[in-house]
């Protein structure tokens, strides 16, 4: 793993920005990130749902392949909710490779050789664009909780003003999973005349009541640690560590399924075939999950984490349409296709019919596919050659349909 | 007692082209499609009957299959279709959201047939049906002189693993079709080799001679 700091400050950053970026290896992404930058002055503030305006603020992301002289053949990818822009890129803090190079690169059904393909970081999170870990410019001090309550129509805003800083009329495709998804719906719901294609992978409509609880869950954890400070911790030099580490294991479980687990660890012992009749991780699940815990606090903020589960959990694309999912797309032009996975309790497939139910009420066209996996939520996020068939299918039919 | 009309309502289709390899009951399906409409194929398989329908009439096609290799077919051929069942599904569409439903050779696999069919007359303008004629000779002589469930071309699985649940005859649907208040606008019956019946005849001999009914319905009142 790259835990390697550059301690020396970047010309123009302030002391507080050295002092950060040399304390931990996610808040250097947050400040300085190893990815092209977009930066929005005080005439182009970002108009938040919570009413403010966001200025100065910068987005960073990450593109692959090449835009054509039509610039007709931009794919926009939306991330998860703890993913980043590092589509295709290896991870700079744990020298991952991307995390969709299952499904984007030469010759794969996102096909980086015909298609340039766009990635940022959301609004709100930690690995460059403007979140609560990055420095106010009013106080000079880290946001923390004094960064406006984010929501996924904010992310969205925030990408189309990358997309016109990159003069990208519009996208031949949005694909996105999870988080990314529900970012998908609001392009498809907020700018139908910019996204040509829409794949809204693994996602809902609305956070469900117990997604929610899930979440919650996760935040009191964190702010239940006293590391945390109040959100105040970058400065007071401390880092909830524990918290963030507990939210990340129960989330963890809910984005697989128990046949995973069970074929994975099933009841094996860690180290041995016996208990050792004390709280150490005597299964390999608990091993796992505590890995998971420990390394995911390594990668990102926490501040970060309570905003963008929140904003998630006030995503409910129906209610800003009186209720009525369909008049969210009343009249697109949008080609969809909507995908499920058998075992993903997270957004089960009825999320997704939800969905398509409501494209079919507004006559959009929509093709709809339910993979058969054990591998819970993040199956997307994993090689699973029925979802890459079907994308393929569905890509190069809407690539023909494009003339690309 | 039902009063049927004693010659089926003849609608010509043996004037189809039939060159390029297509289903010959598909082309029966597409004489029955007005060029530009709005279709749903319910059952749409790989998707070959949207594809002709797309690509001889221009039509807006849409499809629901319940197999995900369908599925798969029908998105690389560009067409939108969703994984799902005649029998949930439809009620989730709105009235009058087609032109045209098509149901081809699947009302015999639903679980409720009736009401199936009455989602199809209110989403669609017009209904297009096709289903294996149980009446046929040769599924009445496999009864009545072997005693054994027919295996036919059109419903080739033994009955112990056979999808269809609720066969018919072309008689039995026609006293569907008047149940629910469905008007018959035209029908045919298609020979073994799915070919149009060429001469109007009564309906008896439809029973006993179609392989297949074709039936175009619209919604009528309720007798």
Known sequence: MDTSLDLAPAPGASHEEARLRAFAPEVSQAADPTSPVASFGPDEPLAMDAGVALSPFQIAYQTAGTLNAERSNAVLICHALTGDQHFAHTHPVTGKPGWWETLVGPGKPIDTDRY?????????????????????????????????????????RAQA????????PDLFLCIGGSMGGMQVLQWAASYPERVFAAMPIATGARHSAQNIAFHEVGRQAIMADPAWAEGRYLEEGTRPAKGLGVARMGAHITYLSEP????????RFQGGSAPTFSFNADFQIESYLRHQGLSFVERFDANAYLYLTRAMDYFDLAADQGGVLANAFRGTKTRFCVMSFTSDWLFPTADSRAIVHALNAASAPVAFVEVESDKGHDAFLLDEPVMFAAAKGFIEAAARARGL | MTTLRETAPWQSVDTLPRSDGARVDHLAVLGLVPPGARVLDIGCGDGSLLALLRDRRGVDGRGIELSREGVNACLARGLPVIQGDADTDLENYPDDAFDVVVLSQTIQATRNPRIVLEHLLRIGRQVVISFPNFGHWRVRAELAFRGR??????????????QN?????????????????????????????????????????????????????????RS
């Open chain 1, 161 to 168: 003003m990358l997309l016109d800083r990159l003069e990208i």
């Open chain 1, 260 to 267: 995973a687990l069970h074929r994975k660890f099933g009841r």
């Open chain 1, 116 to 156: 340039f393909v766009i990635c940022s970081n959301v609004i709100g999170s930690c690995m460059g664009s403007t979140g609560p870990a990055s420095i106010d410019a009013a106080t000079g001090r880290p946001y923390g909780l004094d960064f406006p309550l984010v929501t996924i129509r904010d992310m969205v």
């Open chain 2, 149 to 162: 469930m027919p295996v036919t071309a059109l419903m080739p699985e033994a009955w112990y693993e056979t």
């Open chain 2, 165 to 221: 649940i609720h066969h018919c005859t072309i008689r039995d649907f026609v006293g569907l079709c008047r149940m629910v208040g469905a008007q018959i606008e035209t029908a045919s019956a298609l020979n073994a080799s799915g070919r149009p019946m060429r001469f109007a005849m009564p309906w008896w001999v439809w029973n006993l001679m179609g392989a297949q009914g074709v039936f175009l319905l619209r919604r009528g009142e």
